[in-house]
């Protein structure tokens, strides 16, 4: 039996943890594990290969693009929530860590704070995938930006106008601003800033901070923005509707921005809330891609953390 080397354990959990360079090798893997999926064309690199999902916050898109992707790839799943494990009944991260990575070959973690995802990685013997903390969502992004490329070109030398919580997609888009070289134009309610410490950001220069959101929207390529109350700061939902409420991305905030540019939102959505029905459900918006192409750049990345740089 011939055994090929060992890609050596990469995490994911936050967008800077791969380099520009790889991330054009991911968006390229991504187009071609989509057109076989278009051509019902069987891809099964990761036979025999377990995924370990941790849900420790409610998830639609994430659950089904992660499971429908890995058993695409030929692996299979396994599924955990805090409610149902020893997670939540207080076992150490760092032991469930060390026995999780012992049976599965990956695991991707949905949970609140960044310390317990890192806290994972450093006993996990596997790969281990950000599927969403209070600081980052980086498989969002990704998903984000590959929709931005497939629609338009390079993102490079962009504008991405951000209206609303300064929250763990805000970050994410700053950090690849960062990375991939274009602008963020960010708009937050006072006392609802974006924190370039907590961001982990080099610099304040691949941003801009607007006071009024349709000037943060004016002469942009891509608006988006997300829920004003994200998971966990459920207590804060009635302050928050009021601190928001002029953060509604609306047809007049579309008119301002390029007239070609696209408008993003991760979802869940609150038409009403931070967007208009007008918006989301118009010709400017690409929610839907957007949303199925979580399946696609994860399977790809899922591809890289266990095969390495696979060339088509
Ligand atoms: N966008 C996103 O992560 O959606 P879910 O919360 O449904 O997984
Ligand atoms: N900012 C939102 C994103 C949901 C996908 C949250 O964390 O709840």
């Known amino acids: 039996m011939s055994l090929s080397a060992p890609v050596p354990v990469r995490h994911y959990l936050q967008f800077t943890d791969l380099t520009a360079d790889e991330y054009t090798h991911l968006f390229a893997r991504a187009t071609e594990i989509k057109r076989k999926f278009k051509a019902y064309e069987k891809y099964r690199p990761l036979v025999d290969r377990t995924l370990a999902m941790i849900f420790e916050k409610a998830s ?9 992707g890995m058993y695409q790839l030929g692996g299979s799943v396994v599924h955990l929530t805090t409610g149902d494990s020893q997670l939540g009944r207080s076992e150490p991260i760092e032991d469930s860590a060390r026995v999780i990575s012992r049976m599965t070959d ?4 949905r949970t609140y ?19 969403l903390t209070n600081e980052f969502h980086p498989c969002q992004i990704l998903a984000d930006i590959f929709t931005y490329i497939e629609r338009r070109d390079s993102i490079q030398g962009k504008t991405v106008a951000w209206v609303g919580d300064g929250n763990n997609m805000a970050n994410t888009w700053l950090q690849a601003a960062e990375l991939l070289g274009f602008t963020v134009h960010l708009s937050t309610p006072s006392g609802y800033e974006v924190d370039q410490a907590v961001a982990g950001l080099r610099s304040a220069d691949s941003y801009k ?15 988006t923005t997300d829920v004003w109350t994200s998971m966990g700061y459920e207590a804060e939902n009635e302050a928050r509707k009021k601190a928001f409420a002029d953060w509604c991305v609306d047809e007049a905030m579309m008119q301002v921005a390029k007239p070609d540019a ?11 809330e931070e967007v208009s029905a007008e918006v989301i459900d118009g010709p400017q918006s690409v929610v839907w891609d957007e949303a199925e192409n979580r399946m696609h750049v994860q399977k790809a990345l899922m591809e ?9």
């Open 60 to 68: 639609t898109r994430t659950r089904v693009s992660f499971e429908a």
């Open 106 to 109: 990956l695991v991707m973690i």
């Open 113 to 131: 704070g960044q310390d317990k995802i890192v806290r994972f990685a450093s006993h996990s013997r596997v790969p281990v995938i950000n599927g």
């Open 209 to 223: 901070i607007f006071k009024d959101p349709e000037d943060a929207c004016r002469g942009a390529d891509l608006v």
């Open 262 to 272: 696209l408008f993003m939102h991760c979802l869940p959505a609150h038409r009403g």
């Open 304 to 312: 890289f953390l266990l095969l390495g740089r696979v060339e088509a």
